[in-house]
């Protein structure tokens, strides 16, 4: 089976820079993770969705880069079953001109 969960939008404090520090900004994960289905070893796509917001809430992120590692770190700590996880966090409100984005695909 595979989850997709795309364009997850929320709130967060993520960045380097000083006024990244002070207010929220918006980000977009999009996630696709597999795994092998059975009756007792599915995956709550909600619980994957509130587990993702209240990491970044939480842990408040500098870089892109840690927040998908820790991203990566609790959904496979959690989610054991996992074989394959892909996710993209954006930032689409830090440059006037574009969305920027980073990515990985891990396989487990």
Same mark, same amino acid.
């Given at each position: 089976?595979?989850?997709?969960? @795309? @364009? ?9 820079? /000083?006024? @990244? ?25 909600? /619980? ?6 209240? @990491? ?30 892909? *996710?993209? *966090?954006?930032?689409? /409100?830090?440059? /006037? ?12």
């Amino acid at each position: 089976m595979t989850i997709h969960i @795309e @364009e997850l939008t929320f709130d967060v404090i993520i960045g380097l820079l /000083d006024f @990244e520090r002070d207010k929220s900004q918006r980000v977009i994960i999009n996630l696709k993770a597999s795994y092998d289905y059975s009756d007792d070893k599915f995956i709550d796509y909600a /619980d994957m969705v509130l587990l993702m917001q209240n @990491e970044l809430k939480v842990t408040r992120y500098k870089l892109l880069e840690n927040a998908l590692l820790g991203l990566k770190e609790i959904l496979y700590t959690t989610y054991p079953q996992l074989k394959t996880l892909s *996710i993209k *966090i954006s930032k689409p /409100d830090i440059l /006037d001109t574009c969305v920027v984005s980073l990515s990985n695909t891990w396989n487990f």
